[in-house]
């Protein structure tokens, strides 16, 4: 599209995610949009996508000095290599700790049965719910309004 040419007129779903977003619905008009958010993807996507415009607009700032320092800091190669490094090491040591467990647990002959059982229920249910949250906020973020705001 150029400069010339007028930008297409909104659908009847962009207006309406863009007032749902803004909190301009009547109350059942609402709950309809609610029912649609709750059925159709492709518009909850697009009213997440209104909400992060709204998010970002309210809280757009020109940058402070701690943001640039910050930006600075992000860049350098150091800082770079010792998160990548800190999370690599990490997730390594934390998937070696729960086989160590599992290990020692299970060749521990001194315990009896039920114990076993309980302390790797115990563990296994730790690490399952770790991945239970992971995977919710992984498949939540792209409904998350929050996620280009900074700071």
Known sequence: MNATQPSPEPTEDELLAMAYADGE?????RREAAKRISTEDAFALRVAHYQRLDV???????????DTARAKLAE????????GFG???????????????FYEILQNEEMSG?????LLCAAGG????????????????PYDPYTDIER
């Open 87 to 101: 999370w690599v090491s990490a997730t390594l040591g934390f998937i070696a700790f729960y086989a160590w467990i």
């Open 114 to 118: 039920a114990p076993k059982i309980f």
């Open 126 to 141: 730790l690490f399952l719910l770790f991945l239970s949250v992971l995977r919710g906020r992984l498949r939540e973020l």
């Open 76 to 83: 350098e190669p150091l800082q770079r290599a010792t998160l």
């Open 25 to 29: 619905l009547a109350p059942e008009a």
């Open 56 to 66: 970002t607009t309210r809280t757009a700032t020109s940058s402070e000095p701690q």
